[in-house]
């Protein structure tokens, strides 16, 4: 092979043999929040945007709803994907969305106004982890506090199902690095 990606655990430090024998070492980065706090502890360490975003949309009546059936969340998500010009394979999500997604492995919310979906937040979680690994928005439909407040909803059941760390998954994009970085997570 010409290129190989192989991803690391966190605990991986070390990384000089690899640089040793000839290997491009990249570091991407992610913030992980520590779910064996109390949801005001959580909250507390948010930036004052954050908490912001999920008091407007509380406020402003946004719904947010726990999804046992993901279409709606594929479809916010396909058509986030579309909007923003970005490549994605169609076969990668049709087999996460039919063939893997199911409520014991899977956290999933869908914000809605008037019965009209704004924002979408998917994740997959083991014993340990809950890890965000897709979002959605209808930049139609925009609301700046839905998504945060779909974003929390999930940390809380992620948390309440007994996970111990919640990961962002990491973006290397400068304006989603920074909405990862306001929700508190190291």
Known sequence: YDILSMPFPLDFKDMQT???NGFSVSPRYTYRLDLNQTEEEILAKM???RRKNIRKATKDGIIVT????FENSRKLIEDTFINQNLTYDKQVLTNLFENFAAEKNT??????????????????????????ILGGY??????????ALAM???????KKQGCKVF?????MHKPIEKYFRGFGGE
Not at 66 to 69: D, F, G, R
Not at 113 to 130: G, L, M, N, R
Not at 152 to 158: C, F, G, N
Not at 167 to 171: H, K, L, V
Request: charged share 30%; proline share 3%.
């Open 152 to 158: 929390w909803k999930a940390i809380k059941e992620s």
């Open 66 to 69: 726990k999804l046992t059936n």
């Open 18 to 20: 690899f640089i040793w």
């Open 107 to 132: 956290v999933s919310y869908l914000a809605t106004k008037d019965d009209k979906p704004i924002a979408t937040v998917f994740c997959v979680k083991d014993e340990v982890t809950s890890y965000y």
């Open 138 to 147: 209808d930049s139609e439909n925009r609301h700046e506090g839905a998504g």
């Open 47 to 49: 930036s004052p945007e």
């Open 167 to 171: 990961d962002f998954e990491g973006s």
